[in-house]
């Protein structure tokens, strides 16, 4: 396992940070016909699929009007000198309405004519590195801005700034910063080598997981990795191990893996956040999973990493 190259952890494209701070950076992408548009729509991303069928972002031109209603981003500057958008759009058309040569609110046919739309957590392992990095960065910041637009000191509205990449209080001027949640997720494995895994009580049924959870402000990681499995499991983890980390942008958490040894393997579960806990061996999770009495988390996510990595190969299902 490369955890170096998890899905959502791959880029190829220059953040080029020293640009966000020109007053018209976006406005200067916007202008040039090389530039090329990320689009986004209540968290899910324009995307196609190629003749092979691979998917990939669909990349559109700016538009030649203005899309005024749309949050812009500066995402960056790929290895070719091609800049990098994202347009994150709070309607989508049904109609082409043009007035004295402006494109009316919500009238975007012409930008997102053809497009699919899809959710990054379906599609992430299947782009390639490039898109993979831009999807990552415009769906985290797009959230993020959502989620954030009055000033946390005043309650004043805040409005975009640098480039999509900090919000400015229009009161008191304050600047304010996209936040990442840090959050750990284990393989706990027990002294014969078997695999915990657990259901979370909102999963759909027969879905297990490796544990996760948050990291608490005043705690280390490893610290946050032996509270939560003793809190959703009951089990006494000893030694943990860094294997590395991805983005998880629902809406703002990064992913810190580890494998922990349990020093304790009777399982009591909170019955809240866990409802089911399970040792598994290698044959046993293979066999469930091959009948569909397991199902494992999508292959975008960590978790599946963790998992494969401790079977020594892939496993089925999607």
């Known amino acids: 396992m490369d955890w170096t190259r998890l899905p959502l952890s791959r880029s190829e494209v220059d953040r080029a940070a020293h640009l966000r701070t020109g007053v018209t950076v976006i406005d200067d992408a916007r202008a040039a016909t090389a530039t090329r548009v990320v689009l986004l729509h209540e968290g899910r991303l324009a995307t196609r699929q190629t003749e092979d069928g691979q998917v990939r972002l669909d990349l559109r031109r700016p538009p030649t009007v203005p899309v005024d209603d749309a949050l812009w981003v500066f995402l960056g500057v790929g290895p070719d000198g091609v800049v990098y958008l994202a347009a994150d759009l709070p309607d989508l058309p049904t109609e082409s309405v043009d007035i004295e040569g402006v494109v009316a609110p919500g009238a975007l046919t012409d930008l997102v004519a053809g497009a699919t739309w899809s959710s990054l957590r379906e599609v992430g392992s299947r782009l390639d590195a490039r898109d993979a990095g831009l999807a990552t960065t415009a769906v985290g910041l797009a959230a993020w801005h959502s989620r954030h637009p009055r ?29 990442t949640d840090p959050a750990v997720i284990m393989a706990v494995l027990d002294a014969d080598d078997r695999l915990l895994l657990g259901h979370a009580a909102h999963w759909p049924e027969h879905r297990f997981s490796t544990l996760a959870g948050y990291v608490e402000p005043g705690e280390s990681i490893e610290a946050a990795v032996r509270r939560e499995v003793a809190e959703e499991v009951g089990v006494s983890v000893g ?47 293979a066999e469930e999973v091959s009948r569909a009495a397991v199902l494992l988390p999508m292959r975008t996510s960590v978790a599946r990493a963790l998992i494969e990595e401790w079977f020594g190969g892939e496993l089925g299902g999607p």
Do not use: I, N
């Not at 703002?252 to 009777?266: E, P």
């Not at 909170?270 to 061996?281: H, L, N, Q, S, Y």
């Open 239 to 285: 030694d943990v191990t860094y294997k590395g980390s991805q983005p998880w942008p629902f809406p703002a958490s990064l992913m810190l893996a580890f494998t922990a040894r349990a020093l304790t393997t009777d399982l009591t579960v909170d019955g809240v956040e866990v409802t089911e806990a399970r040792w598994f061996t290698r044959a046993e999770l």
């Open 151 to 179: 000033c946390p000191r005043c309650g004043s509205m805040t409005e975009p700034a640098t480039g999509g990449w900090t919000r400015r209080c229009a009161v008191d001027g304050s600047d304010h910063y996209p936040r």
